[in-house]
Structures are given as C-alpha cells and as structure tokens.
C-alpha cells in the first residue's frame, strides 16, 4: 500500500482526498501512516536526496511505498540541462518519495499540481518511465504545462504499474 507520512501540518480532511486520488489513480490502498520529523540540522531548501536517506521511525511493511510530504521546499537539482526546481524526488524501483507542496500553502490550493506530481514520483518507485503522451503524470515534470495536467496515467502507464503491484503482491 501507499503510505503518505507527513514531515509538518497538514488538513486530515483534505489529506483525505489526496490519498483518495492515489488509491483511484493505482488501484492500491493508500493512507496517512503518520509524521516523521525532518533531521535536526537540515535547513531550507531541503535536500531530497539526503530527506530520504536520513528521515527515521516510518513504519512500513514489505512492498509498501512511501510518499513523504513537506510545506517545506526542496533544493533544485542539477541536471543536464541546468538547474531544475525539485517538486519532488524518488529512486527509481525504492520503496521512497518524497513531495513538497511549496509554493503551494496547503494541498487543496494546488490540488490537481500536487497530486499529479505525487502520481509521478509514486510512478517511479512502480519502476515506470517517463512517458511521452503529455495528459499522462509519467510526462517529465519539468516541462511547463505538466503541473496543468490532471492526476490520471495514460492507458499503458496504468497498465504496467497495474501489473507491477501485483507482481510485487505474489
Ligand atoms: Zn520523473
Ligand atoms: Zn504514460
């Protein structure tokens, strides 16, 4: 299942929603497990990468995903092409994302961004790839009219991460 773990306040009502949206966009449970602080020290704008290494005491069982979700910002990222604003980050294949809703005060004011974004970085942890049909949450996040989109994956996106959690299932 999907375990959203929040790293500072968030609405229970409008969390609610969200992982509403992940269950129907997956077809997997998905629920608010709990909080988890963020490592003394580690300033803003936070660093993805170290987040998911260092963030302790989350519960989660074999083949569950994490999603950790911040108010907090995430420090850009250098890729190729120079340096990109980080919504959110995963490792392809882990069992861990984690997602800011910056500049965004709270879920429900950047709802279908958010959750779109959410579905991509989830998507990655389900072993998918970017994804070349631009309605699809697997559309490289970077581009300017992906935060546009809606939370939904194209047919063949659903279909492999469809087949992924069962895999992982049996
Ligand atoms: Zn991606
Ligand atoms: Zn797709």
Same mark, same amino acid.
């Given at each position: 299942?999907? /375990?959203?773990?929040?790293?500072?306040?968030?609405?229970? $009502?409008?969390?609610?929603?969200?992982?509403?949206?992940?269950?129907?966009?997956?077809?997997? +449970? *998905?629920?608010?497990?709990?909080?988890?602080d963020v490592p003394a020290g580690m300033?803003?704008?936070?660093?993805?990468?170290?987040l998911?290494?260092q963030v302790k005491?989350? /519960?989660?069982?074999?083949?569950?995903?994490?999603? !950790?979700?911040?108010?907090? $910002?995430?420090?850009? /990222?250098?890729?190729?092409?120079?340096?990109?604003?980080?919504?959110?980050?995963?490792? %392809? +294949?882990?069992?861990?994302?984690?997602? *800011?809703?910056?500049?965004?005060?709270? !879920?429900? *004011?950047?709802? @279908?961004?958010?959750?779109?974004?959410?579905? &991509?970085?989830? +998507? &990655?942890? =389900?072993?998918?790839?970017? #994804?070349?049909?631009?309605? #699809?949450?697997?559309?490289?996040? =970077?581009?300017?009219?992906?935060?546009? +989109?809606?939370?939904? %994956? #194209?047919?063949? #996106? /659903?279909?492999?991460?469809?087949? $992924?959690?069962?895999?992982? @299932?049996?």
């Amino acid at each position: 299942m999907i /375990r959203v773990v929040t790293l500072d306040s968030f609405d229970e $009502k409008q969390l609610a929603k969200f992982n509403r949206t992940l269950y129907t966009a997956f077809g997997v +449970g *998905s629920e608010h497990s709990g909080t988890a602080d963020v490592p003394a020290g580690m300033s803003d704008p936070l660093d993805a990468e170290k987040l998911l290494e260092q963030v302790k005491g989350i /519960r989660s069982y074999q083949d569950d995903k994490v999603l !950790l979700l911040t108010t907090r $910002k995430l420090k850009e /990222r250098e890729l190729p092409s120079g340096m990109a604003p980080t919504q959110g980050f995963s490792r %392809f +294949g882990k069992d861990r994302a984690v997602l *800011s809703i910056s500049p965004h005060k709270d !879920l429900e *004011s950047g709802y @279908k961004a958010i959750a779109r974004h959410a579905l &991509h970085q989830l +998507g &990655h942890l =389900w072993e998918l790839h970017h #994804c070349l049909d631009p309605r #699809c949450s697997m559309y490289p996040p =970077w581009t300017p009219s992906f935060s546009q +989109g809606e939370p939904i %994956f #194209c047919t063949f #996106c /659903r279909e492999k991460s469809e087949q $992924k959690i069962r895999l992982a @299932k049996s």
